[in-house]
């Protein structure tokens, strides 16, 4: 059976084990995470160690991943003095990424070894854009906030980080007839109250950001059936 979350935010590392067993996922399955595990909650440099750990789970590229990766510079030594001595475009790309809830995962990067921090690096320099993935006779594409920009004549090497990372998609916008779009990125009450906690399922896309930062819990989608689980 194939997996897929996203949007975790820290969330409680147990509570996804949790989940997971409650499915009754196995090495025989596989998961995706199409990003955002971090920032806000506590867990999220929890949850990346438990993913590098399993063979069977991967991580698609978030915005908040690509923010973490453009502060790269901080983790030679991360104190609140070096924080302090930021200036210019480091110090802006620092406030962009703070402003978005960083502070939980620097906490948490802080704590660990700089070998860790270095391993977790180059698992998110690792981490695609999208995969596409075929089960049970549906085509899909697995990316974190859709595609921007669409055109269904571009190739999916045409469209640009931010395409993939920032797109916040319409209601009533169409992608691929042939492929189901799977992605999170845009918290699903924001396309009205009735969506609040729950996937959005259109004709061509699934927005599976059920809304942990809305204060709502994360989902799983099963591919193989569509079927849906909350947490």
């Known amino acids: 059976m194939i997996y897929v979350t996203s949007d975790l935010h820290g969330y409680p590392l147990e509570k996804i084990k949790?989940?997971?067993?409650?499915?009754?996922?196995?090495?025989?399955?596989?998961?995706?995470v199409l990003g955002d595990v971090i920032d806000r909650g506590e867990d999220g440099i929890k949850i990346f160690k438990w993913m590098m750990a399993q063979p069977n789970m991967e991580l698609i590229m978030g915005n908040h991943e690509a923010m973490m990766l453009s502060c790269e510079f901080l983790f030679d030594e991360i104190t609140e003095e070096s924080i302090s001595n930021l200036t210019g475009s480091k110090l802006d790309?620092?406030?962009?990424?703070?402003?978005?809830?960083?502070?939980?995962?620097?906490?948490?990067?802080?704590?660990?070894?700089?070998?860790?921090?270095?391993?977790?690096?180059?698992?998110?320099h690792e981490a695609p854009l999208y995969e596409t993935v075929s089960v049970g006779g549906k085509d899909f594409l697995l990316s974190h906030s859709g595609l921007g920009n669409f055109d269904?004549?571009?190739?999916?090497?045409e469209y640009s980080n931010d395409d993939f990372l920032w797109n916040r998609p319409k209601i009533d916008d169409r992608y691929f007839d042939d492929v189901i779009t799977v992605f999170g990125h845009t918290p699903t009450i924001y396309y009205g109250e009735e969506y609040k906690g729950k996937a959005v399922v259109t004709d061509t896309w699934i927005d599976i950001?059920?809304?942990?930062?809305?204060?709502?819990?994360?989902?799983?989608?099963r591919l193989d059936d569509l079927k849906e689980f909350y947490f």
Not at 18 to 32: A, E, H, P, W, Y
Not at 98 to 118: F, K, V
Not at 152 to 157: D, F, G, Q, T, W
């Open 209 to 221: 950001d059920a809304g942990k930062s809305c204060g709502f819990t994360p989902m799983l989608l």
């Open 18 to 32: 949790d989940m997971l067993n409650k499915v009754g996922f196995s090495n025989d399955d596989f998961l995706f």
């Open 152 to 157: 269904k004549n571009k190739k999916l090497s």
């Open 93 to 124: 790309l620092y406030l962009n990424w703070e402003q978005n809830g960083a502070r939980p995962t620097i906490n948490a990067l802080h704590l660990i070894r700089p070998e860790e921090i270095n391993y977790i690096l180059e698992y998110l």
